[in-house]
């Protein structure tokens, strides 16, 4: 097997399916590889798995001798190399055991190995599901940061998509904060309501596909509680989770009553910035007193004591709430990416967990913390 391909088109493919491979010591050095195999119209596939998620990917050849086999290279090295190269074209030549990378100022040897013992990644055929990729990107990464992101021992490490009609839900917990995002699409998707509880490891490779300009759709497959994401160039698998989750539509319709506080985004987020350096690992809590027309925000720790006032347009009740600033600023990262200027904020007691929202179809609910 001898190829020459795109350095850069070549980085993207390995980046995308190294994100299958296992990150921690594992009992199947295997696993550790990328698998390279001969595709349909003179591509080179490269598939990857963990065992409880796969992906199988083409890209296309600058030229090619021999294609036929499959071998194994190491993931990680193959990818440190790519990254650091400056050449525009990178050719493999398969001598052997051994995998000859070669550009205009570099050449390597890495071990190359036969594929036995590398797990099947078998697409799964049934009715698809097809699902607007920019809609999808935003969902996940609007509640992506509200998940439980351990890989075991947590029942919420994992994201739900939920599909019926013509609306999409993402949500994610970690059963102190939840977030909530709706996109309504222009035809429907699917009849009936279709759950997806995607596990968090997955989270990572479907918005690095999500994040792949060349193409405006993708489409789900699910068999025997797997999910397949299918795109262009090939398709990715992975388990789903059997989780239930909060019933999180009836949690906002209780609020609507509660006054609700408007302020500037930049102003919050700046002021989050100036109270933080007051707290420590022992006293990670801040108080939040919403007063008419002005945001409190109070630290008391060992460290020291601050207080920070924000105006805002508030003609409620006086509340006080503890809260986790860091929360909050993982919300107001994703508000401040898409340029949304203005946040609301419900509270409505300090035993009552908060919201923050920009519109009603995007809320993030905090439970309340123990404050000083």
Avoid at 47 to 58: C, N, P, T, V, Y
Wanted: include cysteine; charge should be negative; proline fraction near 6%.
């Amino acid at each position: 097997m001898n190829f020459t391909c795109n350095r850069e088109i070549l980085l993207k493919a390995v980046s995308l399916v190294g994100e299958t491979i296992p990150r921690r010591p594992i009992q199947r050095p295997v696993l550790n590889n990328i698998r390279f195999s001969p595709a349909a119209d003179e591509t080179l596939e490269l598939a990857g798995s963990d065992m409880e998620m796969g992906i199988r990917l083409r890209v296309p050849l600058i030229e090619a001798q021999g294609l036929e086999g499959r071998i194994l290279l190491p993931a990680l090295q193959l990818l440190g190399i790519l990254k650091e190269s400056t050449d525009k074209e990178i050719s493999i030549e398969i001598q052997e055991r051994t995998a000859v990378i070669s550009g205009r100022r570099t050449f390597y040897r890495l071990p190359s190995f036969p594929e036995e013992g590398f797990p099947e990644i078998p697409e799964i055929q049934g009715a698809k599901m097809t699902l607007r990729k920019d809609t999808l990107r935003r969902l996940v990464s609007e509640v992506a940061f509200a998940m439980n992101k351990e890989r075991e021992g947590h029942a919420y490490n994992s994201l739900l998509l939920c599909l019926k009609g013509r609306t999409m839900e993402a949500v994610a917990t970690d059963q102190i904060r939840l977030a909530y995002a709706l996109a309504e699409e222009e035809g429907d998707l699917t009849p009936e309501e279709r759950r997806f509880v995607i596990p968090s490891f997955a989270i990572p490779v479907l918005s690095s596909l999500f994040e792949n300009d060349e193409e405006e759709t993708v489409s789900f497959t699910e068999e025997q509680r797997q999910l397949q994401v299918s795109f262009k160039n090939g398709y990715f698998i992975t388990r789903l989770e059997d989780v239930q989750y909060p019933n999180y539509r009836e949690a906002y319709r209780s609020y609507r009553n509660v006054t609700v506080a408007e302020i500037a985004t930049e102003d919050f987020a700046r002021a989050l910035r100036q109270i933080v350096p007051l707290t420590c690992e022992g006293s990670r809590h801040i108080a939040m007193t919403l007063a008419p027309d002005l945001l409190e925000l109070k630290a008391v720790s060992s460290l020291g004591e601050g207080k920070v006032d924000v105006p805002m347009r508030y003609g409620g009740e006086r509340v006080t709430v503890g809260v986790n600033p860091f929360f909050i600023q993982d919300f107001l990262k994703e508000i401040a990416a898409q340029e949304i200027a203005q946040v609301n904020l419900r509270a409505a007691g300090p035993k009552a967990p908060i919201i923050l929202y920009p519109h009603e179809n995007y809320l993030y609910f905090m439970s309340p913390a123990a404050v000083f």
